[in-house]
């Protein structure tokens, strides 16, 4: 592993963190750095604790691959969404520690764990796109929707509403949240505790619970970034 993304596994449960020095920009060298940490992941059979560096899990896709525009930002804005696809049908439990800001395609990976905690703190977790002139991809809606609280929902897509990491509880953004000095020990204590599921019914289920959003966030892709 290089150095935005480091992976160690322990006792059945793998930390994945992400730490660029920066915001954590999803680029498409994170992308393949995150991806091989996964497939390790999956190698090792263990549960997936994902992270990002003290005060922000990720600020979102890497702007200046966007700015450039043309077939290498489309396949990025595909890559960090298959990310998210194959994070909601991981076959092992996925927690993710947010330790600060999670923003745009930051959100997204967030809402796709399978428990989510976060760093209590002055943090906002957002989904950007409409405030700065932005449609909503059809992928992101598909993985809000089957996330978040229905009034949440609305705020967040349409009126680009940042949430704290209390409201995100409410909201359907967290399941919980702790002291920014706990949060790794707890995520991996809550992996941990998933590893001890029965890993085929575990993975049959997320599929089954899934089933219909994976088929709506698949075609959306498609339809998002039909030549990427």
Do not use: W
């Not at 990976?109 to 796109?129: K, M, Q, T, W």
């Not at 002139?133 to 705020?155: D, K, S, Y």
């Not at 995520?187 to 709506?216: D, E, F, I, M």
């Amino acid at each position: 592993m290089t150095t935005r993304v480091t992976y160690r596994c322990d006792n059945g449960v793998a930390t994945i963190t992400m730490d660029d020095g920066k915001v954590n920009a999803l680029s498409p060298a994170m992308f393949a750095e995150l991806n091989a940490a996964f497939d390790r992941a999956a190698a090792d059979g263990a549960a997936v604790v994902l992270s990002g560096r003290d005060g922000v899990f990720s600020g979102g896709f890497d702007l200046g691959v966007l700015k450039g525009g043309g077939l290498d930002a489309l396949a990025m804005l595909r890559a960090g969404f298959e990310l998210a696809e194959r994070l909601l049908s991981f076959p092992a439990p996925v927690v993710v520690a947010c330790p600060g800001h999670a923003i745009a395609m930051g959100f997204f990976l967030l809402l796709s764990g399978d428990y989510r905690i976060g760093a209590a703190g002055p943090f906002r977790l957002v989904a950007n796109e409409v405030a700065i002139g932005l449609t909503m991809p059809h992928a992101a809606v598909e993985i809000c929707r089957q996330r978040l609280a229905p009034a949440a929902f609305n705020r967040a897509i349409i009126l680009a509403e940042p949430f704290s990491p209390e409201d995100g509880i409410s909201a359907g953004i967290l399941d919980r949240t702790v002291d920014a000095a706990d949060l790794l020990a707890t995520a991996q204590a809550v992996a941990a505790q998933l590893a001890q599921l029965n890993r085929p019914a575990h993975a049959a289920s997320k599929l089954r619970a899934r089933g219909q959003t994976l088929t709506a966030l698949r075609a959306a892709i498609e339809a998002d970034f039909p030549q990427a």
